[in-house]
């Protein structure tokens, strides 16, 4: 199945893969919907698992009424597409400011595809938000958000055409972003 075998790659860092699927296959679009929806659904499915102790520490013990269930599981799909557009916006004017290419789809394409390394980090993510998991789950947080960026590094480096410096520099600034961002919007 090509499917498989181009999410295989995709998780051992090959950057020929993004080229290979993105201008010959044309099956970019249809990887790019599943791994972003599949990530969603992870961290929206989290969310519904981990609703209850997050409304019991706010002293509500009710049962989680099933049409809440429902909206946070679209809701995490939502905001998987609505961060892989932002992070692929972001991503395409970095790369376009320091002389990669100028196509703004081979690196959204390429970040979704990339998305499916960050399938694991879904529930976990869910559990450190909901104050379940301890320390243990915020290691394994960071240890599974390392790995999502480095799949992720190699997607960007290779949609954009960088060398690898300039993909560095690019990567720094993302990151720089990335975490004010999430300062000012966490808080």
């Known amino acids: ?17 993004y080229r290979e699927v993105i201008t010959k296959n044309k099956l970019s679009l249809w990887y790019t919907a599943i791994n972003v929806s599949i990530l969603g659904l992870l961290y929206g499915g989290s969310n519904v698992l981990f609703a209850g102790t997050i409304l019991a520490s706010h ?15 679209l809701m995490g799909v ?8 932002a992070a692929a916006l972001f991503a395409w004017v ?3 400011g320091i002389g990669g290419s100028t196509l703004f789809m081979p690196v959204y394409l390429a970040i979704g595809m ?7 980090m879904a529930p976990i993510l869910s559990a ?9 789950a915020f290691g394994l947080l960071l240890v599974t958000l390392a790995y999502g960026f ?38």
């Not at 990339?114 to 694991?120: E, G, L, M, N």
């Open 1 to 17: 199945m090509p499917y498989l075998h181009h999410m295989i790659r995709v998780l051992r860092f090959e950057e020929s893969v």
């Open 59 to 73: 002293g509500i013990f009710e049962a989680v009424a099933p049409q809440v269930k429902i909206t946070l599981l």
């Open 78 to 85: 939502s905001i998987t597409f609505l961060v892989h557009g």
């Open 94 to 96: 970095f790369c376009r």
């Open 114 to 120: 990339a998305s499916v390394a960050f399938w694991p």
């Open 128 to 136: 450190v938000l909901s104050k379940s998991g301890g320390q243990a």
């Open 150 to 187: 480095v799949v992720l590094f190699h997607a960007v480096k290779s949609a954009s055409g960088l060398a690898l410096p300039r993909m560095v520099i690019v990567s720094v600034i993302l990151v720089i972003y990335i975490i004010s961002f999430m300062y000012l919007w966490v808080g």
